[in-house]
């Protein structure tokens, strides 16, 4: 499979995750809403935090008020 390799599609475009953030595919593809219960264990990797600070400022994800 493509996401072991840390491949995903996001709005048609390729992004290819280091392998510490390979467990995040399964969870951004198969859920609507993200919270920090799911997210824990990624919110202390930088490449995760610069990977969704991108991703909110481009839309791809936004807060639900």
Known sequence: NSYEQGIVYINGE???LPQSLVSL???ICNL??????VLAEFLS???FQTL?????????WYFDE
């Open 14 to 16: 390729q992004i290819i």
């Open 25 to 27: 595919i399964p969870i």
């Open 32 to 37: 609507q809403e993200l919270n920090t219960d």
């Open 45 to 47: 990797d930088v490449n």
């Open 52 to 60: 969704i600070t991108d991703w909110v400022n481009n839309g791809f």
